[in-house]
């Protein structure tokens, strides 16, 4: 099990797990770069509803929604090239000096300001970076969810908040 495919974004009621569909199952013994998209079902629209319907009132959503959109509106062929895409993006807003190293069709590393920045590996007992959430004060405060959740909460100050806890 992995991320490669999936996300968990914070709704009104808890937590809600995004999948993007492959093709043939989870369990492939294929290259990243080769995992293909199930497009039998309508998974994008899905899910953009999903996204919009838990951050469509947070306090950066109108600005950064735009960035999002495209990636469920474009057909991709291939998970790695989502996922690289939405990585670029995600660089792009969060940081201006970050980079994304990437050897063999695999993430290594990103690089922040010169220093290494490595995300943390999800764990249930990792010290999440602590921000104001827009549910919080009906499901309490939920670590490890997408970025988008603390892209849309703090906005452009997303890569301090980043470099303050790491």
């Avoid at 999936?6 to 569909?21: D, H, I, K, T």
């Avoid at 057909?75 to 994304?100: A, G």
Wanted: hydrophobic share 40%; aromatic share 12%; proline share 6%.
């Amino acid at each position: 099990m992995s991320f490669k495919n999936r996300c968990v974004v914070v709704g009104s009621n808890g937590l809600v797990s995004l999948s993007v569909p492959i093709e043939n199952g989870r369990d492939q013994k294929l290259p990243f770069k080769d995992i293909k998209i199930a497009h039998q079902q309508p998974w994008q629209k899905s899910h953009w509803r999903t996204i919009v319907s838990c951050y469509g009132k947070s306090p950066f959503w109108e600005y950064y929604a735009d960035y999002f959109a495209p990636f469920f509106d474009r057909e991709y062929r291939f998970l790695w090239d989502l996922n690289t895409e939405i990585l670029q993006v995600l660089l792009r807003l969060i940081d201006k000096k970050m980079q994304l190293i990437i050897e063999n069709e695999q993430v290594v590393e990103m690089e922040l300001l010169g220093a290494d920045f490595l995300p943390k590996n999800y764990t249930a007992d990792s010290n999440p970076i602590v921000y104001p959430q827009l549910f919080e004060d009906r499901i309490g405060f939920q670590p490890n969810v997408s970025i988008l959740d603390l892209l849309c909460m703090e906005g452009p100050n997303v890569g301090a908040v980043l470099r303050s806890g790491s």
